[in-house]
């Protein structure tokens, strides 16, 4: 036993995707992070901090993972952290309404010789099913460790868990539960001998040696590399088998000791998956729900955006007003009004619209329904060479391509993570929904929410096409089973949306205040000087310059106005800056209001641009190189320059391919 603690314990929370174990953290550090209800969202390790009746504990978030078995990258960084981080104590969180398949994992971290605290989550699911955990039995046939039932949803048992962690603490590590075969357990001993002795004889001291023991006889690569132990007579050969035999005849045990009623209560998820992950109709339903979100984003974002352009108006003639009483410079004045106010501030009435868009994908997702997007995929993913789960990046990239390139952490080969990061950025980001709310609005008025659903679909299906044409050239032998979790059916969690939500919204507005704002100066400059300095007219300016140079590239796609160009360029550095480009560029305030619209639709006319030269430059948008920031994600992941800029220089092809057709087929049908 210890007799003293630490200053600061580092306590890790370890568990299986979806079981709630990154709300846990948020509970204990008040932590903004995303909860995603799909596997493969937790793709780092998070750091918080708490404190418990004087104890300052420093908490680390970790990859769901199902085992401490390196297949995944989760796995690969979750056992990292384990072994070689410091942790002092683990807090496995399990589901509790999936017991027998959470405890495996248990199973393997009880074998590491650290003091385990076992947090059982979603216990009200539990109570709601008509089953009962035997809370005495339970923590008996896991060796005397604590079990504390926590609702991490509901914020109960928390004070619990931290006075079971600093006690357990001090308590020690565990003591063995499962006693494998005898021969194999003769085999482990034997090897934990001879282990103990390799670290004596450098000085050093081993704390896991049992663990270690079993992960040679498992022939675990790594640990073989680091802990080459000449036993040929002991390792003849893999036991991986043996021993994940041994834990689920010791789960099968406890299941039927501790767990009653399993089986009394028909699950409710099990009668809405029925319908909604049929091998017909799931596909279906699934357009028909993200229909209903865009029809949301639409109708009801449309309304609520009246009242910012309302306050956009105000404020921008305000500012103006204010400016010439002061007798400020007529440049100052137009760089505040016309460059920044204007390429801010119609980036903001777009706001309700990126609400309401965030908010119905957040209720989706910890409902608990963006997980089976994935298994209701899998036939078509399988078709082009990719399993369903490299659908759940594609379905994450709909917010932001950033994490979403992130994700595919979670795919297990390299050439399925760069095949998926790939075609991630074809689905319509946050970021591009501005750029579809006003041209649908103002070309499409009629049917605006069925033209921007329109480019959602094109995206995935342009993104299958890619892996699909990929897959013909370049065929691949390996077979892509699904194995992901579904996790159940539950009532979002208020708090958990809000902190989605907010999050993204906070993003939204931190890109309009820095990116967009800095954008919107350096495009005023460009439009507002020239070789000979301050022009006139900006049709004499660097920025006409530039986009000249490229309007005969952009002809054949509908696109020859040198302002599109200059504006599809700003675009690079976030996508809304195209809609502020365009404010800018014609000089039309508050861009997104009715008079905007109309105003911008009538100089566009003016120049023969019409429906179809929009919907090609919608696709043109949709297509082309995603952010800067995605890009530099992009790099990240893969670690080659020369890759991230092939696929780039393939989309923008790609891009001006597709808005070409659209438009030199179009142009000759309407």
């Not at 159940?488 to 969690?493: D, G, L, Q």
Request: a negative charge; hydrophobic letters at 50%.
């Amino acid at each position: 036993m210890k007799t003293s603690s630490k200053q600061t314990l580092t306590v890790g929370f370890v568990g299986n995707p979806n079981c709630g174990k990154t709300t846990l953290f948020n509970a204990f550090t008040g932590a903004s992070l995303k909860v995603a209800n799909w596997p493969g969202v937790t793709v780092e390790r998070v750091e918080g901090e708490a404190e418990y009746k004087g104890q300052k504990l420093r908490l680390i978030d970790l990859p769901g993972i199902y085992s401490l078995t390196c297949y995944s990258i989760e796995e690969r960084v979750s056992r990292k952290c384990i072994l070689e981080e410091g942790i002092d104590v683990i807090v496995n969180v399990v589901d509790a309404s999936s017991l027998e398949r959470n405890l495996y994992l248990t199973m393997q971290l009880l074998e590491l010789q650290k003091p385990v605290v076992l947090a059982l989550n979603m216990m009200d699911i539990v109570e709601e099913r008509g089953m009962e955990i035997d809370m005495h039995r339970l923590p008996e046939m896991l060796g005397e460790i604590p079990v504390v039932p926590v609702s991490a949803r509901r914020r109960t048992g928390l004070d619990v868990l931290l006075h079971a962690v600093v006690h357990h603490y001090e308590e020690g590590p565990n003591e063995k539960v499962v006693t494998y075969k005898r021969g194999l357990e003769a085999k482990i001993t034997k090897l934990q001998q001879m282990l103990r002795e390799q670290c004596k004889s450098v000085g050093s001291r081993m704390e896991n040696d049992r663990w270690l023991a079993i992960k040679l006889l498992e022939d675990d690569e790594e640990i073989r590399r680091h802990w080459p132990v000449q036993a040929p007579e002991i390792l003849d050969r893999s036991y991986e088998n043996d021993i994940i035999n041994g834990k689920y005849d010791y789960i099968e045990e406890l299941v039927e000791e501790c767990l009653f009623h399993k089986e009394e209560k028909a699950a409710f998820t099990e009668k809405i998956d029925a319908v909604l992950t049929h091998r017909v109709w799931g596909i279906p339903l699934f357009l028909l729900i993200m229909a209903a979100v865009f029809g949301l984003t639409f109708t009801v974002g449309d309304f609520l955006k009246g009242y910012f352009e309302t306050g956009l108006d105000y404020f921008s003639s305000s500012v103006g007003s204010f400016l010439s009483a002061v007798k400020t410079a007529d440049w100052l004045v137009s760089l505040v009004v016309d460059g920044i106010i204007a390429g801010v501030g119609g980036i903001l009435t777009f706001l309700p619209n990126i609400f309401i868009l965030f908010l119905a994908l957040a209720f989706l997702e910890d409902s608990g329904y963006m997980a089976r997007v994935a298994y209701v995929m899998d036939s078509v993913m399988g078709m082009v060479g990719l399993s369903g789960k490299a659908f759940l990046p594609m379905v994450l990239g709909f917010g932001c391509t950033v994490p979403a390139v992130m994700a595919t952490r979670a795919l297990e080969s390299e050439r399925d993570r760069r095949r998926t990061i790939l075609i991630t950025p074809f689905m319509s980001c946050s970021a591009r929904l501005p750029i579809y709310v006003l041209f649908a609005g103002m070309f499409f008025p009629d049917c605006a929410m069925l033209t921007a659903y329109s480019l959602y679909l094109l995206g995935v299906v342009v993104a299958i096409g890619v892996a699909l044409a990929g897959n013909r050239l370049f065929p691949s032998r390996e077979e892509h089973a699904l194995l992901i979790e579904l996790p159940e059916y539950k009532t979002p969690n208020a708090r958990t949306i809000a902190i989605y939500v907010w999050e993204k919204v906070k993003d939204y507005l931190t890109k309009a205040g820095t990116t967009i704002f800095i954008a919107s100066i350096l495009l005023w400059f460009l439009l507002n000087y020239g070789p000979g300095g301050i022009v006139s007219d900006i049709a004499d300016s660097f920025g006409a310059g530039v986009g000249r140079f490229l309007v005969p590239f952009l002809i054949p796609a509908g696109l020859g106005m040198w302002q599109i160009a200059v504006a599809l360029i700003s675009g690079l550095s976030a996508k809304e800056v195209v809609v502020s480009s365009f404010s800018v560029l014609f000089a039309v305030g508050n861009i997104n209001s009715e008079a905007g619209m109309r105003q911008l639709s009538e100089i566009l006319a003016a120049n023969g641009f019409g429906p179809v030269n929009a919907y090609a430059l919608m696709v043109f948008c949709l297509l082309y190189s995603p952010c800067m920031a995605a890009v530099a994600a992009i790099r990240r992941e893969t670690h080659s320059w020369r890759w991230t800029l092939e696929m780039v220089a393939f989309q923008v092809a790609l891009a001006w391919a597709a808005a070409a057709i659209v438009f030199q087929v179009g142009s000759r049908i309407f």
